[in-house]
């Protein structure tokens, strides 16, 4: 049983917030100031930047985490409840303006989500917070009945006194508790006083989200607003305006402006239609750049040609060139995965308006710290006169961590001096990503006499995002994101190496839903398959018997595998796959039965996942993660292919970029493994073993190994 | 001017004929709840009810609409309890949700033609709308439940 919904009037009440409950409450408008919580309101108990108490008792959470469809709403407000001992029914939450000082990821440092961290550098820092101000309430109430604190007790939204059974409310108790000094290491619960974490909560954002009243960032409205679409050069990358004509564009009845920027050439108009036509209309010569040379067919052939050279050492145990020459029986494949780009639902776009002495940004972000950042070098604004409100995010993914559309929205509004809706349309989006990155890998194994793996050499050719984007960690030269779920292969091997060949032709790379684990988990699962069959040995039982130093691997494997009942007979005409991972702090097995149509068609049927996340805050939303990383990663197996010819980008919309539909949906079982241990992510997580578990299903179906994604349906076909 | 009935009120705009329904709605009615997202009817992210048929707004110019009956998101129900906005709210279906206000006006529309949908009809009905969240299995089941919830009397 869920519990019950937030009642509509404690949403209402008091809401500062855009439409109607529970909705995301921009900052007031600059130049009202920036300081409620210093010196908070009268009446106000706010003990930090987290969470405040009004005399109504009236619990505002502030969450910092963009709503990106992860429920960070909901499960920032879920944890901070609980440890305050919150009423459910009196609690509100709030989107944080960008201000890093104040809001950034204790881990991180930055005011950037990515990583499926949310609750996992989060939960302990808000439980602290929570627990501090609960602490407060409890001495404010002991200290108004004259009672030893340790004589006192919390329940939703009361301290009571135990002795007498008499109650004051977190209303009554704000005054008295504002004025107490904060604890700096309250006591946190233990976790059998849980109240809400654990439970199924319904989201908070649900009702906003059914009736169309949630503001994403393509429904801001600013007085004197224009709109603006930008005409993008041709090339994915490095492509310039060499010279523009812009006499028809500004002929185009609605179109107000036409002003060059840095990503192309903005048409300002007073509705999207009109700027569109603005910019079929406009005559553009652009500098394609080195990019107009590159094509998918070269970048494959470059990888292939470069694979027989090695590359930087990312793992070294052992000696695996000597095991592989040492004899017995040995294994070589290749494998090859595409670009891929995210296709939010929402296309990417963002609303600013600059001021001679402020800027307001609107947009759906990841990286609200990034945003200002951008916002301040653009204007050139000190930080503290930009602010950045986070609207819902139409899907995020990775995307809408980066910042291109932000310096597109306040280049143009800087330019014309009114607010601009920048918005792009699909093909912009599809066309001017910053994609998952194409790799060519090749593997060679060796196996003893009982058919276990003594050698295992994995070389990876392909481009590093964090080495692209000039982020590399120090004291590495090997990009961490293109080894992910290769380098820390769980599988007890004594000679291992893997490599990395860094190989870079100019495609914009971004962190897409998983990043590295993404492929590198279909790669590595799909191999250690082909060693199990080339053993003669059960798939699961195989990985299992390697797992000796991974139990939590070994755990959802296990639990994987029970509720999908391995080794039972499977259903007629199907195949049934398995593949474990992890990945971003937590632990996912999936178990997929698929099947394959005479003309190649693959049917998922049913995937069974199992995940280990230590702490399931909602284990409902945990689920609803899991059956949306299955989706995301069954589209891109299924479907999902960016290729380049001269520089271009070949797919622009759904029809050549297609996404899984309700009709291609298999049934999704989620299993919840709880480990105890600390939280682990989960927008990602529920990724990484899904491709390899579907592609092992057909393999032992069909015979034939897919090592290319996407499928390809012309290569399962039976005569 | 154009003349139509948006949500139950009579509308009168000064827009070309040639501009899709939807950018009406979004920019000149303000009614931001029906979504953007392809502009070539391939995701039903626009999807809007004509005369109570489902449509792709984005493709859909407001000469077509002219004197007709609109319906959007925010036109479904006044309070939100039409049996779609329920069962979805009891399943918790939206994850980002941008895509949502289509997929409800796609099931209410399923709904009005078929009082009990099979697994079958949904897929018909639904194909069109895409989720880039996975929520699929939710939607399915929340049908489902919208279709029970109907018949059980409603309001």
Redesign the interface.
């Known amino acids: 049983m869920k519990t019950p919904?937030l009642s509509r009037r404690a949403l209402l009440k008091g809401s500062l917030a855009v439409g109607a409950g529970l909705t995301i409450g921009f900052q007031l408008p600059v130049g009202r100031g920036r300081a409620p919580l210093a010196q908070p309101a009268p009446g106000v108990f706010a003990p930090n930047q987290w969470l405040s108490i009004d005399r109504d008792g009236l619990v505002t959470v502030t969450n910092s985490v963009p709503?990106?469809?992860?429920?960070s709403l909901t499960t920032t407000t879920i944890i901070i409840a609980d440890e305050l001992d919150a009423d459910w029914n009196k609690i509100r939450v709030n989107q944080a303006p960008a201000d890093p000082k104040r809001y950034a990821n204790p881990i991180t440092g930055s005011q950037s989500y990515g990583g499926s961290r949310g609750v996992r550098d989060h939960m302990e820092m808000w439980r602290k917070s929570a627990a501090a101000a609960r602490e407060m309430l409890k001495q404010a109430a002991a200290n108004e009945w004259g009672v030893n604190v340790d004589s006192v007790d919390t329940e939703p939204g009361v301290v009571v006194h135990r002795a007498t059974g008499r109650k004051l409310a977190y209303g009554q108790l704000v005054d008295r508790a504002q004025a107490l000094p904060v604890p700096q290491n309250p006591t946190l619960k233990t976790p059998d006083k849980f109240r809400y974490i654990g439970k199924n909560l319904?989201?908070l954002?649900?009702?906003?989200?059914?009736?169309?009243?949630?503001?994403?960032g393509?429904?801001v409205?600013v007085p004197g607003m224009l709109?603006a679409s930008i005409e993008r050069p041709p090339v994915v990358s490095g492509g310039k305006v060499q010279s523009f004509d812009a006499t028809a564009a500004k002929a185009i009845?609605g179109v107000k402006h036409v002003v060059q920027v840095t990503n192309g050439i903005a048409v300002v108009a007073d509705?999207?239609?009109a700027a569109v036509a603005g910019r079929r209309a406009l005559k553009v010569t652009w500098d394609l750049g080195p990019m107009a040379q590159v094509s998918s067919a070269q970048i494959s052939a470059e990888y292939v040609a470069l694979s027989k050279q090695s590359g930087q050492v990312a793992r070294k145990d052992g000696d695996a060139e000597q095991a592989l020459g040492a004899g017995g029986r040995t294994l070589e494949a290749a494998y090859e995965v595409p670009f891929l780009e995210h296709?939010?639902?929402?296309?990417m776009n963002a609303t600013a308006q600059v001021m001679p002495d402020a800027c307001v940004v609107w947009a759906p972000t990841q990286n609200p710290g990034g945003s200002q950042a951008t916002a301040a070098k653009i204007t050139g604004l000190p930080i503290d006169k930009v602010t950045v409100n986070t609207t819902?995010?139409?899907?995020?993914?990775g995307r809408r961590g980066e910042i291109d559309f932000i310096v597109d929205a306040v280049e143009t509004a800087k330019a014309v001096g009114v607010p601009v809706k920048l918005?792009w349309?699909?093909e912009d989006d599809i066309q001017h990503g910053f994609y998952r990155p194409a790799t060519y890998n090749v593997f060679r194994a060796a196996l003893d006499g009982s058919g276990m793996p003594t050698a295992w050499s994995h070389r990876i050719v392909g481009p590093g995002i964090l080495a692209q984007k000039g982020r590399m960690p120090a004291n590495t030269t090997v990009d961490p994101a293109a080894v992910a779920g290769a380098r820390d292969l769980p599988y007890d091997i004594p000679n291992l190496q893997v490599e990395w060949l860094n190989k870079d032709f100019g495609v914009p790379l971004g962190f897409w839903r998983s990043v590295g684990s993404s492929q590198n988990a279909f790669i590595t699962e799909s191999f250690i398959d082909e060693l199990a069959h080339l053993a003669g040995k059960d798939p699961f039982e195989y990985r299992r018997a390697l797992l000796g130093k991974s139990p939590r691997h070994t755990a959802v494997l296990e639990l994987a595998a029970a509720q999908a009942n391995w080794g039972s007979p499977v259903p007629a005409g199907r195949g049934r796959g398995i593949a474990v991972a992890f990945s971003y702090g937590s632990y996912a097995a999936h178990v997929i039965e698929a099947s394959v149509a005479p003309d190649g068609a693959v049917r998922v049927h049913r995937v069974v996942c199992a995940i280990d996340c230590g702490i399931a805050v909602n284990p409902?939303?945990v689920k609803?993660q899991m059956?949306?990383?299955?989706?995301?990663a069954l589209t891109a197996a299924l479907y999902g292919q960016i290729t380049v010819d001269k520089g271009s980008v070949q797919q622009s919309?759904?029809?050549n970029y297609p996404?899984?539909?309700?009709?291609e949906?298999p049934?999704?079982e989620t299993h919840i493994l709880d480990s105890g241990a600390a939280p682990g992510g989960l927008g990602e997580p529920g990724v990484p073993p899904v491709a390899p578990a579907l592609c092992n299903a057909i393999f032992a179906l069909t015979g034939k190994r897919i090592r290319t994604l996407p499928i390809r349906t012309d290569e399962l076909k039976r005569a | 001017m154009i003349t139509l009935v948006v949500n139950g009120k009579q509308q009168r705009l000064d827009v070309s004929p040639d501009v899709p329904l939807l950018w009406v709605i979004r920019e000149d009615l303000r009614l931001t709840g029906t979504k953007y997202s392809c502009g070539m009817a391939l995701c039903g992210a626009c999807t809007v009810h004509l005369d109570g048929t489902p449509i792709r707004s984005c493709v859909t110019p407001i000469s077509a609409a002219v004197g007709k009956k609109v319906t959007t998101i925010e036109g479904l129900s006044p309070q939100a309890t039409h049996p779609v906005q329920r069962a979805w709210q009891e399943l918790d279906v939206p994850q980002c949700g941008f895509c949502q206000s289509g997929q409800i006006m796609s099931a209410a529309a399923l709904l009005t033609q078929k009082a009990s949908p099979t697994d079958a009809d949904i897929d018909a009905a639904m194909a069109g709308n895409i989720c880039r969240c996975g929520t699929y299995q939710r939607i399915r089941a929340a049908i489902h439940r919208a279709a029970a919830l109907k018949k059980g009397g409603a309001r």
């Open positions: 919904m709503e990106m469809g992860q429920g319904h989201r954002d649900t009702p906003d989200k059914v009736t169309g009243r949630g503001i994403y393509m429904d409205q709109v009845p509705r999207f239609s296709a939010c639902m929402e296309p819902l995010l139409g899907g995020g993914f918005m349309t699909r409902d939303q609803a059956e949306g990383g299955a989706v995301y919309n759904f029809h996404m899984m539909r309700i009709n949906m049934v999704i």
